[in-house]
């Protein structure tokens, strides 16, 4: 569960203060997937950095697995990132000097996991990559190198993985490709789904849409596949 209550970012500019976010609450239950939405500036990738703990808020609370994340130091924020939380970006920053296999053993390595080589195998085989382990990001199209994004963040198997606009650089079919093997990784692992997009035909395939405006939660509703 992600319990969010009266969120809010502020920030210092040459013009005053600004304020990304305000007064944001809502929850997400085990295993939703959560589309947020808005227009540009509207403060979703900021509201995603905040849930995942890589900024700070300038008020309210985010509470995850019953942790109040404000609780945490700089060591137990990555800790908890390390542990339970997987992330794909829409320019999949992957590692140009790794292979497709070594950029998924990196995280299972980083934890010290015996058998990386083999969990990376499984996983890069489970999104269709079992021929390309061997290749480097730039010799992968872009669709093949956010399906080596997807097998490493869901290597650490994260309780909670969240997408900034994983479909953002890619054609509609490569991108349709990409949203169904993310959805299917999610529903097999059971993990809750926090999806950035400007894509509405992605976010109505989640349970729960956010949508923001001007740094405000507009609406919080219940979709109807949900």
């Not at 905040?50 to 404000?70: E, N």
């Amino acid at each position: 569960m992600i319990k969010v209550k009266d969120l809010g970012k502020l920030v210092t500019t040459q013009e005053g203060e600004l304020n990304i976010l305000r007064d944001i609450t809502f929850d997400i239950a085990k295993g939703e997937s959560v589309a947020v939405t808005g227009e540009s500036g509207s403060g979703k990738s900021t509201l995603l950095s905040l849930l995942a703990g890589l900024d700070q808020p300038s008020a309210g609370s985010i509470t995850i697995d019953d942790q109040l994340l404000a609780d945490l130091d700089e060591d137990g924020l990555a800790a908890f990132r390390a542990q339970r939380v997987g992330f794909v970006f829409q320019s999949f920053h992957l590692l140009a000097s790794l292979t497709a296999l070594e950029n998924v053993m990196l995280p299972l390595d980083l934890a010290g996991e015996s058998d990386a080589k083999q969990q990376a195998n499984i996983l890069l085989n489970q999104v269709g990559l079992k021929e390309r382990v061997t290749h480097y990001p730039k010799q992968l199209s872009g669709g093949e190198q956010q399906r080596v994004a997807i097998a490493r963040a869901f290597a650490s198997n994260p309780s909670i993985l969240f997408a900034d606009e994983p479909t953002g650089n890619l054609d509609s079919k490569t991108g349709k490709t990409v949203a169904d093997l993310l959805f299917k990784l999610n529903k097999e692992r059971e993990t809750t789904l926090v999806l950035v997009t400007h894509d509405e035909k992605l976010a109505l395939r989640c349970d729960h849409q956010l949508i923001l405006e001007a740094g405000r939660l507009i609406e919080d509703k219940v979709l109807v596949n949900a």
